[in-house]
């Protein structure tokens, strides 16, 4: 738990008062409970998470439960409406903007988007369902994304249009 904390303050550049930042150290917090075996013992940090949980959802107006897989260099960028589902998962080095929605398309089918690696949302996308979003993808602004997006593409629009990307040279 303390070397996740440790490079996610370094995501954000040292700088502990960043909102992104406390939502990582709740999440990496709710995360860790779950390596301690005995149920009488994890109840007690199960209730700080719960409480620290919807605190942090108040504070900073982003949703963030501990039961998304997030890979390294995750990066709240704009606190503030922020809804990611239990079932969404990302990829190393992926950035997320304000008013972003990753969840499920519908409420009968328990699935939210699979991210991959540098992937950058842009604020107010919003990414619904089953799919699978490649690595160095971009996500515009308010774009609505409902289909997988290829990897090295861009996706923009209502419903999102998905372009090949021209620019590699964002890639490392």
């Given at each position: 738990?303390?070397?996740?904390?440790?490079?996610?303050?370094?995501?954000?550049?040292?700088?502990?008062?960043?909102?992104?930042?406390?939502?990582m150290?709740?999440?990496?917090?709710?995360?860790?409970?779950?390596?301690?075996?005995?149920?009488?013992?994890?109840?007690?940090?199960?209730?700080?998470?719960?409480?620290?949980?919807?605190?942090?959802?108040?504070?900073?107006?982003?949703?963030?439960?501990?039961?998304?897989?997030?890979?390294?260099?995750?990066?709240?960028?704009?606190?503030?409406?922020?809804?990611?589902?239990?079932?969404?998962?990302?990829?190393?080095?992926c950035?997320?903007r304000?008013?972003?929605?990753i969840?499920?398309?519908?409420?009968?089918?328990?699935?939210?988007?699979?991210?991959?690696?540098?992937?950058?949302?842009?604020?107010?996308?919003?990414?619904?369902?089953?799919?699978?979003?490649?690595?160095?993808?971009?996500?515009?602004?308010?774009?609505?994304?409902?289909?997988?997006?290829?990897?090295?593409?861009?996706?923009?629009?209502?419903?999102?249009?998905?372009?090949?990307?021209?620019d590699?040279s964002?890639?490392?």
């Amino acid at each position: 738990m303390f070397d996740n904390i440790k490079e996610d303050l370094n995501t954000y550049h040292g700088d502990w008062s960043c909102q992104g930042f406390w939502v990582m150290l709740v999440y990496r917090f709710g995360r860790w409970r779950y390596t301690i075996r005995t149920p009488f013992i994890r109840k007690p940090f199960s209730l700080i998470y719960k409480v620290l949980f919807k605190l942090i959802q108040i504070i900073t107006g982003v949703e963030l439960p501990c039961e998304v897989d997030i890979g390294r260099n995750f990066r709240i960028d704009h606190f503030g409406q922020i809804i990611i589902s239990g079932f969404a998962s990302f990829g190393d080095n992926c950035t997320v903007r304000n008013g972003v929605t990753i969840g499920l398309r519908r409420a009968t089918e328990p699935v939210a988007p699979k991210i991959g690696n540098n992937v950058d949302i842009g604020a107010g996308a919003k990414l619904l369902g089953n799919i699978r979003i490649g690595d160095h993808v971009r996500i515009g602004a308010n774009s609505v994304v409902l289909e997988d997006v290829p990897a090295h593409s861009v996706a923009v629009g209502v419903p999102a249009r998905i372009i090949p990307a021209k620019d590699k040279s964002h890639e490392s």
